[in-house]
C-alpha cells in the first residue's frame, strides 16, 4: 500500500465508526416512526428496565427521562411507539440567538445518533411575561420544532406546561405561541400544592375540580383541544403533621416556594407502590375526599409523628381522564410509568393494570 492509500483506508475505517450503527437486532427498528395516531399516550420514563412491563398496546410516546436505553428505543419503535429525548437549558442561555441555534442543532444531533423521534421540552423555570427569556422560551420551542421536524421526518416536539396558565411557580409564558409552535403540550396536573396561600395544611396533589379548571383555562385561551395532554400523577405525598386537629386536618411545616408561603415541599413524593405497601396497615386505611375527589391515609412513623398522606388511584385518576375525552383533548399521561408495581405477585399485577385502564376514563 502506498502511504495515500493507507490514507484512504485509515480514513475508511474513521468513516465506519462514526456512522451511528443500528443498536436494534433489526436494522428497520432503528427507523423513526413517522405515523400520526389520533389519541396519545404519553409515557415518562425515568430509567430502568420497567419499562418491560408497560402495557405497549396502548404507549404512542415515551420521554425518555432516564439514561439512554437503546433497547427501549428497538422495543417501542417494534410496537409503533415513539421514543423522545429529554431538553432543558437555562433560559438565560438561549435568549441568544447563537446559543440557542447551538442548542437546538446539537439536541438533532443526537437525536439521530440515537434514533430518537422528537424532543420534549422540559423548561420548568420562573420567566416574567415580556421579558428576554419569555420571548426566548417561545423562540426556542418554535425553532426546536423547525428544527425537527425539517432533520428527523415525522417527528414530534412537545412542551410540558403546568396545571394552569395563570403564572403557575412564576411560570408565565406564552402559552399560546408555544402551544402552535409544537405539536403537543404536556399539561402536568400535580404538584398543584406547589403554592399554598391558606392554610398551611395537607391536600391533594391534584384535586379533580383545580385541574379541570386549569383545563377549561388553556381552552379558553382559544388552544386547540388536540394540542392538549393530560398528565396524572402516579405519585403522591407524605406529609409529617405539626398537629394534627380533631376532624383530620394536617398541619404542615412552612416551606415557601416563589413567593408563597407554604408549599408541597413539606412533603415527600411518594410512588403509588409505595401508597399501596402502606394504606392497608395505616392509622385510617383508605379515606376519601369528597371535596377534593381523593384518596388520601393516616399513618404513624416510629417516632410517634402522624402522618398524611395524598395520592392518586384508579378511582381519582379515572374522574379526571374522563374530562380528555369529553373535550377531546389529544390524548393522556402519566409521570411516572415506572413506579408501578410491576413484580409477579398477583395483587401488584391488578393494581397496575387498573393504573393503566383508568387513562382511559370510568
Ligand atoms: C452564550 O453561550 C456562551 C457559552 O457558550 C456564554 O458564555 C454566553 O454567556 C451565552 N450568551 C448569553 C447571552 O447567555
Ligand atoms: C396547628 O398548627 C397550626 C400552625 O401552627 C395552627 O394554626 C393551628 O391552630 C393548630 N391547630 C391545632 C388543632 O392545634
Ligand atoms: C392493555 O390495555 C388494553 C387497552 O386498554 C387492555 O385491553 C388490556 O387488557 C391491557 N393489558 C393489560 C395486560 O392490562
Redesign the pocket.
Known sequence: MSPNHILVFLSSILIVSWADVCPCERPELCQQIRDQKDFEVFVFDVGGKTWRSYNWSVVTTVAAFGKYDAELMCHAHSQGARVVLKGDVPL??V??QS?RTGWITEKVNLAKSQFMDGINIDVEQAADQGSAEYFALTHLVKETTQAFHKEIPGSQVSFDVAWSPKCIDNRCYDYVNIAESCDLVFVMSYDEQSQILGDCIAMANAPQAQTLKGYDEYLEMNIDPKKLVMGVPWYGYDYPCLNFSQDGVCYIASVPFRGAPCSDAAGKQKAYSWMMKRVDASLSGRLWDDKQQAPYFNYEDPQGQIHQVWYDDPESICLKSSYVQWKGLRGVGMWNANILDYSDHPVAKQQSAKMWNALFGC
Open positions: 438565560a442561555y435568549v441568544d446559543n
